[in-house]
């Protein structure tokens, strides 16, 4: 079982960031923990936003937050991190964290079945 919190949500300015956080936590029974970052604005479904494999060496952006967000990791927190700079009002959504536990360590994915634990979410608003 994989427990995840998010935090570091709010409302922005456009332009402004943000940095997300999710610790995670829990008995993995020696799997590796892989998190993706994924996204819920009003009236849509969910997508997924970025990745990072359980290794830390690979990850992935959605077009729209490519050269604006960045996932990082503190591995002795066992927190990921959702670096958003230059936010959008488009970017106004509740973000949630996901993990997937696999033998795999470059698997960096984000297809949302392929994630089983989630966090509550964290509410962005970006708005002047």
């Known amino acids: 079982q994989l427990q995840l919190v998010e935090s570091g949500g709010g409302l922005v300015q456009p332009g402004g960031s943000l940095k997300l956080s999710c610790v995670h936590s829990?008995?993995?029974?020696?799997?590796?923990?892989?998190i993706g970052w994924f996204r819920q604005a009003p009236g849509k479904e969910r997508e997924g936003i970025s990745c990072?494999?359980?290794?830390?060496?690979?990850?992935n952006y959605v077009d729209a937050v490519k050269g604006r967000f960045t996932i990082s990791r503190d591995v002795a927190k066992n927190t990921v991190y959702l670096q958003m700079n230059n936010l959008k009002p488009e970017d106004t959504a509740i973000y949630y964290c996901?993990?997937?536990?696999?033998?795999?360590?470059?698997?960096?994915?984000?297809?949302?079945?392929?994630?089983?634990?989630w966090g509550q979410g964290t509410q962005v608003t970006v708005s002047s």
């Open positions: 996901a993990g997937l536990l696999t033998l795999d360590t470059a698997l960096c994915t984000m297809a949302k079945p392929a994630y089983n634990y």
């Open positions: 829990g008995f993995t029974s020696g799997y590796r923990v892989a």
């Open positions: 990072l494999s359980s290794s830390g060496r690979n990850t």
